[in-house]
T-cell receptor
Framework: AAGVIQSPRHLIKEKRETATLKCYPI?????VYWYQQGPGQDPQFLISFYEKMQSDKGSIPDRFSAQQFSDYHSELNMSSLELGDSALYFCASSFRLAGGSAPHEQFFGPGTRLTVL | AQTVTQSQPEMSVQEAETVTLSCTYD???????LFWYKQPPSRQMILVIR??????QNATENRFSVNFQKAAKSFSLKISDSQLGDAAMYFC????????????FGKGTHLIIQP
């Protein structure tokens, strides 16, 4: 079965640089979620999109932005990178039940490991 | 805001034995979803089992089952016949049904399987 695809899998950046992470959801999934997992930490929810509109916002820094495109893939843009942004970034996807009610399960991608030097 | 607490940072069990991982949560909502995710060394997040709060029956998936106590806000995971491949971090997670999409995770329990 097709899974969530994230690219790149690994990324190394310098402080103050920018980074763009991409997420391709499971086919027919219309909702994507972004999570950040620091070393030894639990995943923290950043933001989600449903049908190309932001549907929920968590602890996403102002330096980060995200969007979902017409083909449902999503990109997380990170600017002015800091050492503390070094983490594993997960994208997850799901599909809404009929009527747009909240989905049950989120399927996670393999993650993008971002290292900021 | 909801919180999820996993009070066992690490658990160890002999292969083929049974182990129970604890999870408690705090919420004022009456309807919600609870999940257990497994994160092996590969760091992939794998859904193990889910429970809808409106269902009284405990969810079961093969060797994995939960003990859901809604009044006590407790959601423990039992792994029967533990296998070496079960070694991983296990995260308990909560999701609201009231429009909030993001999962709230506990700090995780590191499960060690001893051969």
């Amino acid at each position: 079965a097709a899974g969530v695809i994230q690219s790149p899998r690994h990324l190394i950046k310098e402080k103050r640089e920018t980074a763009t992470l991409k997420c391709y959801p499971i086919p027919r999934h219309d909702t994507v979620y972004w999570y950040q997992q620091g070393p030894g930490q639990d995943p923290q929810f950043l933001i989600s999109f449903y049908e190309k509109m932001q549907s929920d916002k968590g602890s996403i820094p102002d330096r980060f932005s995200a969007q979902q495109f017409s083909d449902y893939h999503s990109e997380l843009n990170m600017s002015s990178l800091e050492l503390g942004d070094s983490a594993l970034y997960f994208c997850a996807s799901s599909f809404r039940l009929a009527g747009g009610s909240a989905p049950h399960e989120q399927f996670f991608g393999p993650g993008t490991r971002l290292t900021v030097l | 805001a909801q919180t999820v607490t996993q009070s066992q940072p690490e658990m160890s069990v002999q292969e083929a034995e049974t182990v129970t991982l604890s999870c408690t949560y705090d919420t004022s909502e009456s309807d919600y979803y609870l999940f257990w995710y497994k994160q092996p060394p590969s760091r992939q997040m794998i859904l193990v089992i889910r429970q809808e709060a409106y269902k009284q029956q405990n969810a079961t998936e093969n060797r994995f089952s939960v003990n859901f106590q809604k009044a006590a806000k407790s959601f423990s995971l039992k792994i029967s016949d533990s296998q070496l491949g079960d070694a991983a971090m296990y995260f308990c997670a909560y999701r609201s049904t009231l429009g909030a999409d993001g999962l709230t995770f506990g700090k995780g329990t590191h499960l060690i399987i001893q051969p």
